[in-house]
T-cell receptor
């Protein structure tokens, strides 16, 4: 069965650079969620989209933005990167409220 | 083996024993709960879920118990196997409108052969 696809899997950026993470949800899933997971931490909710509209917002810095496109894929844009942004970024998708399936994540390292 | 209290960072059990992982959730209005398993370098993997109108749900080798009175959730794994070694997270959905999941602190399960 198709799963949530995230790209790239690994990304290394320098401080103050920008990064774009992509997420391709499971086909026919209409909701996408973004989570950030620091080393040894729980996944922290950043933002979600339902039918291409932002549906909820968590602890997402102002330097980050995201959107969901007409084909339901989503992109997380991160600017003015800081060392503390180094983390695993997960995307999850669902076809209804509740059960969310996660991608393998993008490991972002800011140096 | 059982994690004691609200949260224990690591639970070590012998292969073949039963494991119990505990979790306290924060929002009394949460109506949906999920247990996820996360292996190193991978995304959280859905294990089992339960809605607030139930107090118990069973899957294959796993059982989730929900105690809404004390806002407590537990995951029981029967006949724990080495492949069960991972970090386990409970997650709650505090709003049926958005599907946003709030994750609790993970418990690392170590299975000794």
């Amino acid at each position: 069965a198709a799963g949530v696809i995230q790209s790239p899997r690994h990304l290394i950026k320098e401080k103050r650079e920008t990064a774009t993470l992509k997420c391709y949800p499971i086909p026919r899933h209409d909701t996408v969620y973004w989570y950030q997971q620091g080393p040894g931490q729980d996944p922290q909710f950043l933002i979600s989209f339902y039918e291409k509209m932002q549906s909820d917002k968590g602890s997402i810095p102002d330097r980050f933005s995201a959107q969901q496109f007409s084909d339901y894929h989503s992109e997380l844009n991160m600017s003015s990167l800081e060392l503390g942004d180094s983390a695993l970024y997960f995307c999850a998708s669902s076809s209804r409220v509740n059960e969310a399936f996660f991608g393998q994540g993008t490991r972002l390292t800011v140096v | 083996g059982e994690s004691v209290g609200l949260h224990l960072p690591t639970l070590s059990v012998q292969e073949g024993d039963n494991s119990i992982i505990n979790c306290a959730y924060s929002n009394s209005a949460s109506d949906y709960f999920i247990w996820y398993k996360q292996e190193s370098g991978k995304g959280p993997q859905f294990i089992i879920d339960i809605r607030s109108n139930m107090d118990k749900r069973q899957g294959q080798r796993v059982t989730v118990l929900l105690n809404k009175t004390v806002k407590h959730l537990s995951l029981q794994i029967a006949a724990t196997q080495p492949g069960d070694s991972a970090v386990y997270f409970c997650a709650e959905n505090p709003s049926s409108n958005t599907g946003k999941l709030i994750f609790g602190q993970g418990t690392t399960l170590q299975v000794k052969p």
